[in-house]
């Protein structure tokens, strides 16, 4: 691998030191565009909204200069610490053992899930200002603006393929009891080590937001359960492939999955396998 991901100086801004400094840090002209907010949900329930003055009054701010996996190439930002804000947002409700999964959602819809675990560790930062435009850098294939808040990751393996969640234009964050939320897609009366919560594991961060299961779930792709499991009317070789690699079949919004090892593979179809046998009678309908 000829990438080197690394960290470079994340520190602390002292709130008033930033006199000499000759990055643009300038807010926009627009006061509503320079003070957008954030919600905070458990579950559907909006229990906050936080504005970024409040967020900058309330938080330490670190300085960014990574490399960010999204733009492919070092950037350099204003952000607070996801704990921090996660802390200050769900005060005494921020109870990680209490949930699992944390959801984040964007102003298009787009949902990103991720375990509790991971969204406790350091190395996740909510950014809020590109220290190299004014603005902006426009990213994805859509060139859309990741402001006002854009969640990143500086640690090596804190990457999008080890599922860490990357949303750009961040409009709310909802703290969720997988389990309960989607009961669906939920597999039953299964140990944490089996194959089948391995394949689970990998759904729920890769695939619910789009697919269903049992009409738990994602709506952009088909359900996969319900009224058929997938491997009822498809191959399972061909469902591996059609996870992999669906553009070398069609034009498609479904991503490819290049990175999926075999064994990944293994644990989706265990995961079918097992939903599919599990459908009739828990079916909702
Ligand atoms: C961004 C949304 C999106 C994500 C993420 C996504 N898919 Fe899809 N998927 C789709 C759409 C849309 C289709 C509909 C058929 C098509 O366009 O290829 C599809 C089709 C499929 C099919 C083929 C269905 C058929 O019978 O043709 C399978 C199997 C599948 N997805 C499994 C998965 C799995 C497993 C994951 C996670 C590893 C996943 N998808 C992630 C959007 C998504």
Redesign the pocket.
């Known amino acids: 691998m000829r990438q080197r991901f690394f960290l470079l100086s994340i520190c602390l801004l002292v709130s008033g030191c930033s006199g000499a400094e000759s990055d643009k840090e300038q807010m926009p002209a627009n006061p509503e565009a320079s003070n957008p907010s954030l919600q905070f949900r458990i579950a559907d329930e909006e229990i906050r909204r936080v504005d970024l003055e409040t967020m900058k009054a309330a938080l330490p701010t670190h300085r960014l200069d990574f490399f960010d996996h999204m733009y492919g190439k070092r950037k350099r930002y204003l952000a607070f610490a996801l704990q921090d804000v996660l802390q200050m947002a769900y005060a005494e409700k921020w109870k990680p053992a209490s949930f699992t999964d944390v959801a984040f959602q964007a102003l298009d819809g787009y949902e990103a899930v991720a375990e509790v675990a991971k969204t406790v560790e350091e190395g996740g930062y909510l950014c809020f200002a590109d220290l190299e435009v004014t603005d902006w850098e426009p990213i994805s294939r859509k060139q859309a603006s990741p402001g006002p808040f854009y969640l990143v990751w500086t640690g090596a393996r804190q990457t999008p393929e080890h599922a860490y969640p990357w949303p750009w234009q961040l409009a709310s964050i909802s703290i969720v009891n997988f389990a309960e939320e989607y009961p669906q897609v939920y597999p039953r009366g299964l140990s944490v080590d089996s194959p089948v919560y391995a394949g689970f594991q990998?759904?729920k961060q890769?695939?619910?937001?789009?697919?269903a299961m049992n009409r738990d779930g994602?709506k952009?792709?088909?359900d996969?359960n319900a009224p058929q499991s997938?491997l009822a009317?498809?191959s399972e070789q061909?469902?591996r492939e059609?996870?992999k690699r669906?553009s070398d079949?069609?034009?498609?919004?479904?991503?490819d999955?290049r990175d999926?090892s075999e064994a990944d593979l293994d644990h989706?179809i265990e995961y079918?396998r097992h939903k599919r046998n599990e459908v009739n009678g828990i079916g909702r309908e």
């Open positions: 990998l759904f890769r695939c619910v937001r789009c697919h994602g952009i792709g088909p996969l997938i009317y498809r061909m469902v059609l996870i669906p079949y069609r034009y498609t919004h479904m991503p999955h999926l989706l079918f």
